[in-house]
């Protein structure tokens, strides 16, 4: 089958000789010519034909044919192989000749068309390889491997322009010949100009030495002779920007051409929209890193140590900034900035005291609070604005390239983190923008972690204070209560005179006596009861009880003050009863400050209204009393702890400030709730609510 159809060129390429013989002897029959020229230059078009069409062979076959045809048919004697006269014989082979070299000039060109296609779709197939990578050093890798399958070279030099030193340095090289192998071309750079690599890059266009060796601008490593070779130079360049050089170089002079150049010309123009993308890539990948790093600055943990924030915060720069050198200085309390932390891949290890240098004070740091001031620093050695003891660490420490970020806190300079590296860098607006937005941020954590630290410090003290003053009341309530029931015992005894007759000049000694100590007593069953809530040692007697109960016996308490002051007390008591799960102590202790404070801060005789009721399913107790009233803006803070209101009118008002905040501790653990409506100047109404004790089954 194979085999038929490589004849098939054969058998067309003789069929258009048969034709175009049997035409051409149509037409010398009919009108007389019987000249060989005529037809052979027909002929000779017709090979070059089936040369273009059906290449070498089926051509060469086909000048037998017709040389065999026309020796028959057009040469006399006309119908027999056989030659009249020399001059025939000279045309058949000359016609021959001719024929043999349009087939070769066809070939030729035609080899030359098939491998430019062929170039053309490996160049198609290569593109999207080079543009796919991402990273800028991958990209690099493919072009190499990508330019062999289209040019044949001997050695492939790929240069990078590096922004630092301004040059052209030398990123990959494939020798694929010993002539190229053994030099070290890696010694060389290029800065603009220099070189056929340099003046490429420097006039932005490509360059073809068809003979390196003969070439002035070539230029060779040290020690190196020249080679009989043809280079190339291709720029990568993409909007005005400068990423490398491609170079290729074959042996021989005259072994690359403009079609090479030109295949070069397209992959360096991809490989450098290549290049722009990755970096493009790599500028957003940086971005994301940066925010996902200020994420993580914002999370501070406070149960780690300082030292090991600062160590992370400083890592954190230092792998972001791919910095070989950093430290970390802080502000102090003594004012003085300190290394609080030491980083990067060449930090040398157990020297960490040595080489970071004493503390530093706000003059030593005052020319980075120069908003101008930029902080990178090309070259420390030389740079003017760097002070001494930064110069001088910079320069022990071999560094040729520095970043100092402060750390801002609004108007505070709180620290300053140095970024060092020991080959020289250079750094875009944007790189620079990101890493002072990251110390924006670290400046930020640190600060708010050190005022946190400082508030739990505080918290803490404050806290023991508390627990000590906690149990001082305990401990006083419990100390004083003893001997008060002892005096009040014997006050009564003598009043009620079971301990003999007293003067009556005494009677109100006596009298007065008892009423400072009843006072004294439930003052001092506050503290202990405040006491216990807050310790809660002691848990509530829970019990069904009727509420009218628990305010009939404090009415009946308050009634003596009430008296004293010439005021009255309205009740209001349902008739059913008020039924409650409570403690009825606790719950007595809240009614008597509330009946309490009404007569407290009645300045005339007080009017105490009080009532209790159940609504569904609720018991409401209100205490109104037409006092002084208390002032809105106190009334927020009424049921704080310790709170009294600043009124210059209270200020006699004897009071610890612990009465109604007993009132919503007993009637919030009984779930309830306490509330207070009040007016200045015409009294107040607190009203407790309290939910009614399902009835007993
Ligand atoms: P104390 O009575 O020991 O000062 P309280 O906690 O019972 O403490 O009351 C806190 C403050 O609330 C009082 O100092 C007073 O200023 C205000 N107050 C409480 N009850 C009344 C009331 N019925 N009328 C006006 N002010 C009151």
Known sequence: MLGVRRLLPYLYAVIAVVLVSGALGLIAWLLHINRIETYWAIFVIVIGAIAWRYGRGPAIFSVAVAAILSEYYFIPPWGAFEFATVSETVRLISGIIISLTVIQFVSISRAHEVLTEKRKDLLQDVSPRILQSLDAEATLETVADATLTVIDYQHLRLYRWDEASERLVLFKSIARSPAYAAIDWHSMTFALGEGITGLAAKSRTPLLVPDASRDPRMIYPPGTQPIAESVLSVPMVTSDRLFGVLTLARLGAGSLQVDDLRLMEAIAAQTALALANAEAYSEAEQTIKALAMIESLKAGDTSQPDSEVDRSILQGLTDFSQADLATLRLLGEDDLYRVVATGGAKWPEGSKSAATGGPLTGADLAWLTDPRVNVYVGDPRS????????????????????????????????????????????????????????????????????????????????????????????????????????????????????????????????????????????????????????????????????????????????????????????????????????????????VDNLLQNAVKFSTGPPQIDVSGQRTDGQITVVVRDHGIGIPPEARKRLFEKFYRVNDPGVQNVAGTGIGLYLVRQVVESHGGRVNVESEPGAGSSFKIELPAAPRPS
């Open 383 to 590: 740079d003017g604005k760097l002070p001494e003891w930064a110069r001088r660490g910079t320069e022990r420490a071999g560094v040729k390239a520095s970043i100092f970020l402060p750390l801002w806190v609004g108007q505070r300079l709180t620290g300053v983190v140095g970024l060092h590296w020991r080959r020289p860098r250079w750094f875009r607006g944007e790189q620079l923008g990101r890493l002072q937005l990251l110390a924006a941020q670290a400046a930020i954590s640190l600060d708010t972690r050190r005022a946190l630290e400082h508030e739990r410090r505080r918290a803490e003290a404050l806290g023991q204070l508390e627990r000590a003053r906690r149990e001082f009341m305990q401990i006083a309530s419990h100390e004083l209560r003893t001997p008060l029931t002892v005096i009040r015992g014997y006050a009564s005894m003598l009043e009620e005179g079971s301990l003999g007759e007293i003067p009556p000049s005494a009677r109100q000694a006596l009298k007065t006596l008892l009423d400072k100590s009843t006072e004294m007593r439930v003052q001092v069953e506050r503290m202990l009861l405040l006491a216990r809530l807050e310790d809660g040692a002691v848990p509530p007697q829970m019990a069904r009880l009727d509420l009218r109960t628990v305010l009939h016996d404090a009415l009946e308490r308050v009634q003596p003050q009430v008296a004293l002051k010439q005021g009255e007390v309205n009740v209001a008591l349902a008739d059913e009863p008020l039924p409650v799960i409570g403690d009825s102590e606790r719950l007595a202790t809240a």
